[in-house]
Every structure is written in structure tokens, then in C-alpha cells.
């Protein structure tokens, strides 16, 4: 094997390239990036960049550290073909491939006729938390964000300690309530209302206004919002459209099994682009998740190297986020067959939540309790079973009824 390329310089991008390399393989390595920018840690743009503190350099290794990997650095060029055939990635240049590893990520969504105003922000990238903090240091009068999910929270949060007016915009009845059901999602409602975020909820953005920059943001029951900064936090779509006529197949990401090979030989997939068969749920998932990614990215590289010695890639979701001194974290993935908060409660601020799915623990809310949080992704990782879930439960938190 003379050539591994990686398409997309992220954390799962840079991983693969460690891997590769930690398992001995000698041979070129290509890692094409759409920024300009090395591969950087997101998750402190979204937190205390935007707060305006003093955060450490956010690039995973300097140029310098890069090339002790001895890797092609293809960057600020993204990728705009992929020729399965004769086994080359277009960017720029043709590269050709034996093994490739795809790690393109998502982009941010924005909203209908966005582009035509100033004003206007999403946070995705580091040029993307750069503009907007900038912007929240101009000290606007009236911020709106659309979407209370966890992005867009951060934001709200970020604002509100600056002593900014915010509003914020969602479809949902509750925030997050199709991830954590309605009952924690009103615990979600409940930490912007405590902290003067003003919440407008079950209602959509049907347009905005202004003369060259976004002055009024419109909402579907008719109300008009004053907005001279808007920031549009409504998920993100994975980077695909590259791979069309490559005969790799996508859906919502490219599909991939559980050693995250996609329907075509040599390609693999790792991180935000991955929809890839979880054998520990028996389903497909796509996670936006640091810590999937950087293990994606490895596994998926050791895979492509060695087919022959394939590992299938399982793991319990973990995620995180800040919200006005609040810790949120999630494992697991919210079952459908029930939800139970066995400690605290919404009004207090502080609960644990269990999600079950059949007879089965799968998932586990907790706001600031930290320590519970990696007890119960172990139970999920052991398939535990829900009653089992419950008396763990009852011994850690007390709670008879439970």
C-alpha cells in the first residue's frame, strides 16, 4: 500500500493520521482540509471564546508536531470529486488513494434569504466563533438566536453573561424535546427564563428585514422581533455533496457499516460524516460528538489499512454542554418507551434522568452531577437491564419510589 488520504482536516481527520502512523505504516499520507486553518478543537469556541476569555491555542498539534507525521498537508482546498474508479480524490489537483478515509464533517444550516444581510451568524468553525465574537464584543442592543438546542444555547448563555438582551427562537414546544422528551425539556426552559434569556417557543422564523444588515427577525404567529444580531443555531448537514456520482453511498452522511466502511472498497468514513451501524444499539447513528469522532477516526483508519483485520466500532453517546454555569451532559440515546428522573428535579436545577428502551437502560440525563455521568454510560455499555438501572439508582440517590 503506497497512499493513504484523509478528506477533512478534523479531530477525526487528524486521529486517522496518528493512528496510521502509531501502527506502523510507512507509507504517504495525504490530509486535505477545506480551512485554511490545522485541525483545532471546537467545542471551547462555542464556550469560553465567546464569553471573551483568554483560551490556550485551540490547534491539536502545530505545523511543526504535523510533520513529524510525515503527512501532505493539502489545505484551505476542499475536496469537489471523488473518482472511485481510478481510486483519486479531486481537490485542487487530482490524489490518488489505496485506502481513503473521509472526515469531512457538517456544515451549519442557515435560514432562506440569510445571505443578502450582515448580521447574520452560524458557529461551526473557528473563522465562524472569530466573526462572532466580534461581534458580541460591539455590544449589540438586541440578539436573537434561532434554535434552543445546544449550540444555540451556548450562544444564548455566551450573551447573557455579557449582559446582552437575548431572545431566543424555537419551533419545538421545549427545547431539546425531541432529543430528551418534554419533561427535560422543561428543565432546559427553565435555566434560560432563570437567567433572563427571553424564550419564544412553538413558533418559527418566518423572515427577516433590514437595508443591507438584519434589523428584524419575523416569527410565524406574526410577531416581529428587533434583532441587530441574529445567530442561527438549527443543526448542521453533513458534508456530502462531493461525494455525488462516486457510487459512495449517503444517507443523512455517508452510510457506512460497523467497521465504518462505506459501499465502496477502500473507503472509509469517521466523525460528523459517518452514519454507520452502532452493533451496541443494533442502529444506524450519525454523532456530532468529540469523543466519537476521535475514536472514529482512529478505527476507521486501522480499518482501512488492514480490511483484513477489520474491528466492528460500538460506543455509548457522550456529549456535553455549558449553559449559564450548568453542566448538561447525555449518554446513551434518548429511549423511546420511557423516561424517568430517578434524582433532583427540573426546578432544582440538578437531576438525573434515565431513558428505556424495552427492558433495557439506554440513555442518562445529568445536570450538574458529574459524577453519575460515566456510571451510567458504563451500566448502558454492560446492557443493563432497566430494573437493574433502577435499583443502582435508588442505591446511589436515595428514592423509594423509584
Same mark, same amino acid.
Not at 97 to 104: E, N, Q
Not at 210 to 223: A, C, I
Not at 331 to 336: A, F, Q, Y
Given at each position: ?140 442592543? &438586541?440578539?436573537? %438566536? =434561532? ?5 444555540? /444555547?451556548? !450562544? +444564548?448563555?455566551?450573551?447573557? $453573561?455579557?449582559?446582552? #438582551? ?84 449517503? &444517507?443523512?452522511? %455517508? =452510510? ?5 466502511? /462505506?459501499? !465502496? +472498497?477502500?473507503?472509509?468514513? $469517521?466523525?460528523?460524516? #459517518? ?95 458529574? /459524577? ?31
Amino acid at each position: 500500500m503506497t497512499g493513504l488520504v484523509v478528506v477533512g482536516a478534523s479531530l477525526a481527520g487528524l486521529r486517522a493520521v496518528e493512528r496510521a502512523r502509531k501502527a506502523g505504516y510507512d507509507g504517504s499520507i495525504t490530509l486535505i482540509g477545506a480551512e485554511e486553518h490545522l485541525p483545532y478543537d471546537r467545542p471551547p469556541l462555542s464556550k469560553a471564546y465567546l464569553l471573551g476569555e483568554s483560551v490556550p491555542d485551540p490547534r491539536f498539534r502545530t505545523e511543526d508536531q504535523l510533520s513529524e507525521l510525515d503527512v501532505e498537508l493539502v489545505l484551505g482546498t476542499p475536496a469537489t470529486g471523488l473518482d472511485t474508479d481510478s481510486r483519486e480524490v479531486i481537490a485542487g489537483r487530482r490524489v490518488a488513494y489505496d485506502a481513503l478515509v473521509i472526515a469531512t464533517g457538517a456544515r451549519a444550516r442557515t435560514l432562506p434569504g440569510s445571505e443578502q444581510l450582515s448580521g447574520l451568524h452560524v458557529l461551526r468553525t473557528l473563522d465562524d466563533a472569530k466573526e462572532l465574537r466580534a461581534a458580541l464584543d460591539s455590544a449589540p442592543q &438586541h440578539v436573537v %438566536v =434561532v434554535g434552543a438546542g445546544f449550540i444555540g /444555547s451556548e !450562544v +444564548a448563555s455566551a450573551a447573557r $453573561a455579557r449582559g446582552l #438582551a437575548v431572545t431566543v427562537v424555537e419551533a419545538a414546544q421545549y427545547p431539546l424535546t425531541r432529543s430528551l422528551g418534554s419533561e427535560l425539556g422543561v428543565a432546559c426552559s427553565l435555566l434560560h427564563e432563570r437567567h433572563g434569556t427571553r424564550l419564544r417557543t412553538g413558533v418559527g422564523v418566518a423572515g427577516l428585514e433590514g437595508n443591507g444588515s438584519v434589523e428584524k427577525v419575523q416569527l410565524t404567529d406574526g410577531t416581529v422581533l428587533e434583532a441587530d444580531l441574529v445567530v442561527v443555531g438549527i443543526g448542521a448537514s453533513p458534508v456530502v455533496d462531493w461525494l455525488e456520482g462516486s457510487g459512495v453511498a449517503v &444517507h443523512d452522511g %455517508v =452510510v457506512c457499516d460497523e467497521t465504518l466502511a /462505506s459501499s !465502496v +472498497a477502500g473507503v472509509y468514513a $469517521a466523525g460528523d460524516v #459517518a452514519c454507520w451501524r452502532n452493533p451496541l444499539f443494533g442502529r444506524a447513528m450519525r454523532l456530532e460528538h468529540w469523543t466519537s469522532a476521535a475514536e472514529q477516526g482512529a478505527i476507521a483508519a486501522s480499518n482501512a489499512l488492514d480490511p483484513g483485520q477489520a474491528r466492528s466500532y460500538s460506543t455509548v453517546p457522550y456529549f456535553w454542554s455549558d449553559w449559564y454555569g450548568t453542566r448538561i451532559q447525555f449518554v446513551g440515546v434518548p429511549g423511546s418507551d420511557e423516561h424517568r428522573v430517578v434524582a433532583g428535579s427540573a426546578e432544582d436545577g440538578e437531576l438525573v434522568a434515565l431513558y428505556r428502551e424495552g427492558d433495557r437502560l439506554v440513555g442518562a440525563l445529568v445536570l450538574d452531577q458529574p /459524577s453519575s455521568t460515566m456510571k451510567y454510560r458504563g451500566l448502558i455499555n454492560r446492557r443493563t437491564s432497566w430494573a437493574e438501572a433502577l435499583e443502582f439508582a435508588r442505591a446511589r440517590h436515595g428514592g423509594a419510589s423509584l
